[in-house]
Protein backbone atom coordinates (compact mmCIF):
# COMPACT_ATOMS: atom_id res chain seq x y z
CA UNK A 1 0.00 0.00 0.00
CA UNK A 2 2.90 2.35 0.18
CA UNK A 3 3.24 2.08 -4.07
CA UNK A 4 2.70 5.74 -4.73
CA UNK A 5 3.88 5.98 -8.63
CA UNK A 6 4.31 3.81 -11.39
CA UNK A 7 6.71 4.78 -13.64
CA UNK A 8 6.31 3.31 -17.85
CA UNK A 9 8.47 3.91 -20.82
CA UNK A 10 5.35 2.31 -23.25
CA UNK A 11 1.80 2.83 -23.32
CA UNK A 12 0.82 0.50 -25.88
CA UNK A 13 2.69 -2.56 -23.99
CA UNK A 14 1.04 -1.50 -20.37
CA UNK A 15 -2.64 -1.70 -22.45
CA UNK A 16 -1.71 -5.15 -23.53
CA UNK A 17 -0.44 -6.78 -20.25
CA UNK A 18 -2.86 -9.59 -19.36
CA UNK A 19 -3.14 -9.22 -15.69
CA UNK A 20 -5.22 -11.27 -13.92
CA UNK A 21 -9.50 -11.24 -13.21
CA UNK A 22 -8.72 -9.32 -9.77
CA UNK A 23 -6.50 -6.06 -9.91
CA UNK A 24 -4.34 -6.75 -7.18
CA UNK A 25 -1.20 -7.43 -9.55
CA UNK A 26 -1.38 -4.08 -10.68
CA UNK A 27 1.15 -2.02 -8.72
CA UNK A 28 -1.46 0.81 -8.79
CA UNK A 29 -4.15 -1.15 -7.20
CA UNK A 30 -4.00 0.74 -4.02
CA UNK A 31 -4.13 4.33 -5.48
CA UNK A 32 -1.20 5.39 -7.53
CA UNK A 33 0.26 8.22 -10.20
CA UNK A 34 1.11 7.33 -13.59
CA UNK A 35 4.16 8.53 -15.27
CA UNK A 36 5.53 8.20 -18.77
CA UNK A 37 9.16 8.50 -19.58
CA UNK A 38 9.20 10.34 -16.53
CA UNK A 39 6.07 12.69 -17.00
CA UNK A 40 3.13 12.89 -14.94
CA UNK A 41 0.26 11.47 -16.75
CA UNK A 42 -2.96 13.26 -16.70
CA UNK A 43 -4.40 13.40 -20.29
CA UNK A 44 -3.58 9.92 -22.03
CA UNK A 45 -4.25 9.16 -25.78
CA UNK A 46 -4.20 5.38 -26.27
CA UNK A 47 -1.97 5.08 -29.41
CA UNK A 48 -3.59 3.80 -32.54
CA UNK A 49 -1.51 -0.01 -32.37
CA UNK A 50 -3.84 -0.78 -29.33
CA UNK A 51 -7.05 -2.47 -30.49
CA UNK A 52 -7.94 -3.40 -26.90
CA UNK A 53 -7.50 -1.84 -23.44
CA UNK A 54 -6.94 -4.99 -21.32
CA UNK A 55 -8.67 -5.20 -18.18
CA UNK A 56 -7.49 -3.23 -14.67
CA UNK A 57 -4.67 -1.92 -16.87
CA UNK A 58 -5.07 1.42 -15.31
CA UNK A 59 -7.04 0.53 -11.93
CA UNK A 60 -7.01 2.91 -9.68
CA UNK A 61 -4.47 5.70 -11.32
CA UNK A 62 -4.97 8.93 -9.70
CA UNK A 63 -3.12 11.24 -11.95
CA UNK A 64 -5.69 9.96 -14.84
CA UNK A 65 -8.05 13.41 -15.93
CA UNK A 66 -8.62 12.58 -19.19
CA UNK A 67 -8.59 9.75 -22.26
CA UNK A 68 -8.64 10.39 -25.73
CA UNK A 69 -9.74 6.47 -27.13
CA UNK A 70 -8.98 6.91 -30.76
CA UNK A 71 -9.62 4.22 -34.22
CA UNK A 72 -9.09 0.71 -33.53
CA UNK A 73 -9.57 0.36 -30.26
CA UNK A 74 -12.70 -2.27 -29.98
CA UNK A 75 -12.84 -3.55 -27.02
CA UNK A 76 -12.17 -2.02 -23.33
CA UNK A 77 -11.75 -4.50 -20.67
CA UNK A 78 -12.82 -5.28 -17.30
CA UNK A 79 -11.83 -2.52 -14.66
CA UNK A 80 -9.80 -1.31 -16.94
CA UNK A 81 -10.41 2.42 -15.84
CA UNK A 82 -12.17 1.36 -12.61
CA UNK A 83 -11.61 3.90 -9.16
CA UNK A 84 -9.85 6.45 -11.40
CA UNK A 85 -11.38 8.94 -9.04
CA UNK A 86 -9.79 12.48 -11.14
CA UNK A 87 -11.02 10.77 -14.67
CA UNK A 88 -13.60 13.31 -15.77
CA UNK A 89 -13.50 12.94 -19.37
CA UNK A 90 -13.03 10.11 -22.04
CA UNK A 91 -13.70 10.55 -25.63
CA UNK A 92 -14.32 7.51 -27.42
CA UNK A 93 -14.08 6.45 -31.19
CA UNK A 94 -16.82 5.37 -33.57
CA UNK A 95 -14.92 1.93 -33.43
CA UNK A 96 -15.44 0.69 -29.86
CA UNK A 97 -17.75 -2.14 -29.42
CA UNK A 98 -17.64 -3.49 -26.45
CA UNK A 99 -17.66 -1.63 -22.03
CA UNK A 100 -16.53 -4.36 -20.17
CA UNK A 101 -17.86 -4.84 -16.85
CA UNK A 102 -16.69 -1.97 -14.17
CA UNK A 103 -14.69 -0.67 -16.97
CA UNK A 104 -15.42 2.90 -15.71
CA UNK A 105 -16.86 2.29 -12.40
CA UNK A 106 -16.09 4.67 -9.63
CA UNK A 107 -14.75 7.01 -11.63
CA UNK A 108 -15.18 10.93 -11.61
CA UNK A 109 -16.85 11.06 -15.58
CA UNK A 110 -19.25 13.39 -15.62
CA UNK A 111 -20.30 13.26 -19.09
CA UNK A 112 -19.25 10.69 -21.60
CA UNK A 113 -20.80 9.66 -25.08
CA UNK A 114 -20.79 6.03 -25.80
CA UNK A 115 -20.19 5.16 -29.72
CA UNK A 116 -23.33 3.93 -31.74
CA UNK A 117 -21.08 1.02 -32.69
CA UNK A 118 -21.43 -0.42 -29.11
CA UNK A 119 -23.38 -3.20 -28.65
CA UNK A 120 -22.25 -4.62 -24.79
CA UNK A 121 -22.24 -2.82 -21.78
CA UNK A 122 -20.81 -4.74 -19.19
CA UNK A 123 -21.81 -5.51 -15.27
CA UNK A 124 -21.12 -2.50 -12.86
CA UNK A 125 -19.81 -0.52 -16.22
CA UNK A 126 -20.48 3.13 -14.32
CA UNK A 127 -21.02 1.53 -10.75
CA UNK A 128 -21.44 4.54 -8.74
CA UNK A 129 -19.94 7.41 -11.34
CA UNK A 130 -21.53 10.19 -8.86
CA UNK A 131 -20.61 12.40 -10.96
CA UNK A 132 -22.01 11.47 -14.36
CA UNK A 133 -25.19 13.32 -15.51
CA UNK A 134 -26.24 12.13 -18.49
CA UNK A 135 -25.69 8.81 -20.47
CA UNK A 136 -27.29 7.57 -24.31
CA UNK A 137 -27.58 3.93 -24.77
CA UNK A 138 -26.46 2.72 -28.00
CA UNK A 139 -29.34 1.27 -30.50
CA UNK A 140 -27.63 -1.85 -30.72
CA UNK A 141 -27.18 -2.47 -26.73
CA UNK A 142 -29.44 -5.67 -26.02
CA UNK A 143 -28.96 -5.51 -22.22
CA UNK A 144 -28.58 -3.15 -19.18
CA UNK A 145 -26.64 -5.34 -17.13
CA UNK A 146 -26.82 -6.04 -13.03
CA UNK A 147 -26.10 -2.43 -11.26
CA UNK A 148 -24.75 -0.91 -14.71
CA UNK A 149 -25.43 2.89 -13.73
CA UNK A 150 -26.08 2.04 -10.16
CA UNK A 151 -25.80 4.86 -7.90
CA UNK A 152 -24.93 7.48 -10.29
CA UNK A 153 -26.46 9.59 -7.86
CA UNK A 154 -26.09 12.76 -10.02
CA UNK A 155 -27.71 11.35 -13.18
CA UNK A 156 -30.55 13.35 -14.49
CA UNK A 157 -30.72 11.91 -18.00
CA UNK A 158 -31.31 8.96 -19.70
CA UNK A 159 -31.41 9.11 -23.31
CA UNK A 160 -33.03 5.26 -24.99
CA UNK A 161 -33.55 5.80 -29.00
CA UNK A 162 -36.99 4.58 -30.11
CA UNK A 163 -35.33 2.11 -32.07
CA UNK A 164 -33.19 0.49 -29.74
CA UNK A 165 -32.64 -3.11 -29.37
CA UNK A 166 -33.10 -3.06 -25.67
CA UNK A 167 -34.66 -6.38 -24.72
CA UNK A 168 -33.78 -6.37 -20.51
CA UNK A 169 -33.28 -3.79 -18.18
CA UNK A 170 -31.40 -6.08 -15.24
CA UNK A 171 -31.47 -6.05 -11.55
CA UNK A 172 -30.10 -3.15 -9.63
CA UNK A 173 -29.16 -1.07 -12.82
CA UNK A 174 -30.08 2.54 -12.09
CA UNK A 175 -30.95 1.95 -8.44
CA UNK A 176 -30.16 4.70 -6.37
CA UNK A 177 -30.08 7.31 -9.78
CA UNK A 178 -31.41 9.73 -6.66
CA UNK A 179 -31.90 12.67 -9.34
CA UNK A 180 -33.87 10.99 -11.99
CA UNK A 181 -37.19 12.46 -12.34
CA UNK A 182 -37.82 10.44 -15.72
CA UNK A 183 -37.53 7.44 -18.65
CA UNK A 184 -38.92 6.43 -21.33
CA UNK A 185 -38.38 2.69 -21.66
CA UNK A 186 -38.43 1.21 -25.73
CA UNK A 187 -40.98 -0.53 -26.96
CA UNK A 188 -38.02 -3.43 -27.44
CA UNK A 189 -37.96 -4.04 -23.67
CA UNK A 190 -39.35 -6.99 -22.47
CA UNK A 191 -38.01 -7.60 -19.22
CA UNK A 192 -37.26 -5.25 -15.82
CA UNK A 193 -34.90 -7.21 -12.94
CA UNK A 194 -35.21 -7.10 -9.60
CA UNK A 195 -34.39 -3.41 -7.95
CA UNK A 196 -33.42 -1.94 -11.43
CA UNK A 197 -35.21 1.25 -10.38
CA UNK A 198 -35.03 0.92 -6.20
CA UNK A 199 -34.62 4.13 -4.82
CA UNK A 200 -34.53 6.31 -7.44
CA UNK A 201 -36.60 8.38 -5.07
CA UNK A 202 -37.42 11.70 -7.66
CA UNK A 203 -38.46 9.77 -10.32
CA UNK A 204 -42.36 10.83 -11.52
CA UNK A 205 -42.73 9.29 -15.30
CA UNK A 206 -41.91 6.02 -16.79
CA UNK A 207 -43.26 4.52 -19.84
CA UNK A 208 -43.41 0.85 -19.51
CA UNK A 209 -44.35 -0.60 -23.31
CA UNK A 210 -46.68 -3.17 -23.63
CA UNK A 211 -44.36 -5.74 -24.32
CA UNK A 212 -43.00 -6.09 -21.28
CA UNK A 213 -43.91 -9.50 -19.51
CA UNK A 214 -42.05 -9.36 -16.66
CA UNK A 215 -41.38 -6.72 -14.16
CA UNK A 216 -39.40 -8.52 -10.66
CA UNK A 217 -39.41 -8.04 -7.39
CA UNK A 218 -39.16 -4.17 -5.81
CA UNK A 219 -38.46 -2.76 -9.33
CA UNK A 220 -39.53 0.66 -8.56
CA UNK A 221 -39.10 0.35 -4.39
CA UNK A 222 -38.91 4.10 -2.94
CA UNK A 223 -39.89 5.60 -6.06
CA UNK A 224 -42.33 7.79 -3.94
CA UNK A 225 -42.72 10.44 -6.17
Given at each position: QNIKSVSINNISAWC??????DAYSNPMVYGANLYLNG??????VIPTDVSKISR????????????????HVTEIGRQAFC??????????????????????SRTGLENI?????????????FYACSKLTSITIP?????IGDYTFYACSSLTSITIPTSSQLTEIRSCAFSY??????????TSVTWIGTYAFYGCSKLTSVTIPEGVTAIYDYAFYDCYN
Amino acid sequence: QNIKSVSINNISAWCKINFPEDAYSNPMVYGANLYLNGDLVTHLVIPTDVSKISRNTFYNCLSLKDVIIPNHVTEIGRQAFCRCANLKKVKISESLKSIAEGAFSRTGLENIVIPEGVTEIGYYAFYACSKLTSITIPGGVTEIGDYTFYACSSLTSITIPTSSQLTEIRSCAFSYCSKLTSINIPTSVTWIGTYAFYGCSKLTSVTIPEGVTAIYDYAFYDCYN
